[in-house]
């Protein structure tokens, strides 16, 4: 079993940073690809960028490219650094593990419904 725990969540004013951790415990997620989604009120969850098993590989949402950068270190920590925010990137963040394979450590993944483990989220609040 896997336990993902976000953290690093506030409030901001727009134009400003934030970055995002995802610390997992239990068994090491060195075999999983990774993502971060977000709800916004009001909304459904929605895929933000998600990063392969190797970290080779990335992928993001379009309105977030050039904004927000996904990384991991070691077998237990992801982050998502968040730059020049938004008002409308205002959301409960969420990390989540999908579990790899040795033939899928390049994949990555955006659909809710491919990934395992979740986390409880973190808010994050951009003012205008």
């Known amino acids: 079993q896997v336990q993902l725990v976000e953290s690093g969540g506030g409030l901001v004013q727009a134009g400003g940073s934030l970055r995002l951790s995802c610390a997992a415990s239990?068994?090491?997620?060195?075999?999983?690809?990774m993502g971060w989604f977000r709800q916004a009120p009001g909304k459904e969850r929605e895929f933000v960028a998600a990063?392969?098993?190797?970290?080779?590989?990335t992928y993001y949402k379009d309105s977030v490219k050039g904004r927000f950068a996904i990384s991991r270190e070691n077998a237990r920590n992801v982050f998502l650094q968040m730059n020049s925010l938004k008002p409308e990137d205002t959301a409960v963040y969420y990390c989540?593990?999908?579990?790899?394979?040795?033939?899928?450590?390049?994949?990555?993944?955006?659909?809710?419904?491919?990934?395992?483990?979740w986390g409880q989220g973190t808010q994050v609040t951009v003012s205008s």
């Open positions: 239990g068994r090491t997620f060195s075999t999983f690809a």
């Open positions: 989540a593990a999908k579990s790899a394979t040795p033939y899928s450590v390049s994949y990555y993944y955006i659909r809710e419904y491919e990934y395992d483990y």
């Open positions: 990063i392969s098993q190797s970290g080779g590989t």
